[in-house]
């Protein structure tokens, strides 16, 4: 074969390589559920600050093979102008194996949880719309997000429905988001909510007002984007009248929990200690896990949602984990989240093959 001759059949098959290489690739599993339980993964990703393409790629492929539908990611005030692109690849992969993604708006305004654990940037920057509490200090919660912008403020909600609006334009894809152990169930004697409450108001008067807030903010959502989906969880030992303000947030598509997927008997056998959710009553059995799945329902076209914490847990609790993960799951909530590796956990490994196994039964029998 003479050189033009090579080069020429050379650069033919140089061009095919690719397409090749391509129609060698298995295709990416996607996922498959015959329940009527919607499946999420909790990515909290570790700030979302280091992303390897690579990595991200293998997460969707792992939870699209165990029957996961949606992806939802914890996302910052300051991703909106920092984290672009880290989003956007999660978004990238999880479409291409077939699931959607969720925003877990998380410590805006020190408002929700989600992760990681920082102050907001909005309520540092505007003090003024800080939550007094009964010493009159606005220095609160210091083991989550320090301070805590007012309901009654109204630059706080201002804040948030503007967040939530650059969020969508950012990512129009995005199914919904979730509004995550709302944390302004609490009394609040700033100027404003004595404005609006009058200096003695009982709890309850500021858990409806806390209600009152999310359900505006539910509102502008669903006229804004009325096919994207609402949720709104709390802890699971909550106190009942916070629990009852929490379930009356109208406009909402998912209500419900977060809770350790075991028993109270279990339960009580762990010793959590600082900072565990553990041994604390925060549990998805033992009858609290049907009660919030009949509060939700109690809402024609609402539906259930569970999130089923793995997170923070000593290898002693996994056991427990696999012992009652079946039971949670045949509750039926209507969606049901785990989160996909998350911090603290001292044998992960361990956990995430227990979750796979009991997740992928259930979907695919």
């Known amino acids: 074969m003479n050189r033009r001759t090579f080069l020429r059949t050379s650069t033919t098959a140089a061009a095919a390589l690719p397409a090749l290489a391509a129609a060698a690739q298995p295709a990416p599993p996607r996922p498959v559920n015959r329940t009527a339980t919607a499946i999420g993964a909790y990515y909290l990703n570790a700030h979302m600050y280091t992303y390897v393409p690579r990595h991200i790629r293998a997460d969707m492929e792992w939870m699209a093979d165990i029957g996961t539908q949606y992806v939802c990611i914890g996302v910052l005030e300051q991703d909106l102008f920092a984290a672009y692109e880290n989003h956007a690849l999660i978004a990238q992969e999880a479409a291409r194996v077939g699931m959607k993604m969720i925003a877990v708006p998380s410590r805006w305004g020190g408002l929700t949880a989600g992760a990681p654990k920082v102050p907001s940037l909005f309520t540092m920057l505007n003090p003024e719309t800080k939550i007094v509490n009964k010493q009159g200090k606005t220095a609160i919660m210091p083991k989550v997000s320090g301070g805590i912008s007012s309901v009654h403020h109204p630059d706080t909600f201002k804040f948030f429905t503007e967040t939530l609006a650059e969020l969508y334009q950012q990512h129009p894809g ?77 406009h909402l598509d998912y209500y419900g929990a977060d809770g350790r997927p075991w028993d109270a008997a279990d339960d009580a056998k762990l010793e959590g200690g600082e900072g565990q959710e553990s041994g604390k009553g925060k549990i998805l059995l033992s009858g609290k896990g049907e009660a919030f799945i009949q509060a939700a329902r109690a809402v024609p076209g609402r539906k259930s949602f569970f999130l089923m914490e793995n997170h923070n847990l000593h290898a002693a609790a996994i056991p427990a984990m696999d012992r009652h993960y079946p039971a949670v799951l045949a509750l039926k909530p209507d969606f049901a989240a785990y989160y996909y590796y998350p911090r603290n956990v001292q044998d992960p490994d361990r956990a995430m093959a227990v979750i796979a196994k009991h997740v992928k039964k259930f979907t695919q029998g």
């Open 174 to 250: 995005l199914a919904g988001f979730i509004i995550d152990e709302p944390k302004c169930f609490i009394v609040d004697k700033s100027k404003h909510a004595v404005a609006a409450l009058g200096p003695d108001a009982p709890l309850t008067a500021h858990y409806a007002a806390a209600r009152d807030f999310w359900s505006r903010v539910c509102a502008f959502a669903k006229q804004k984007w009325p096919d994207k989906l609402t949720f709104l969880f709390q802890q699971a030992h909550n106190p009942p009248d916070e629990l009852a303000a929490g379930a009356g947030v109208q």
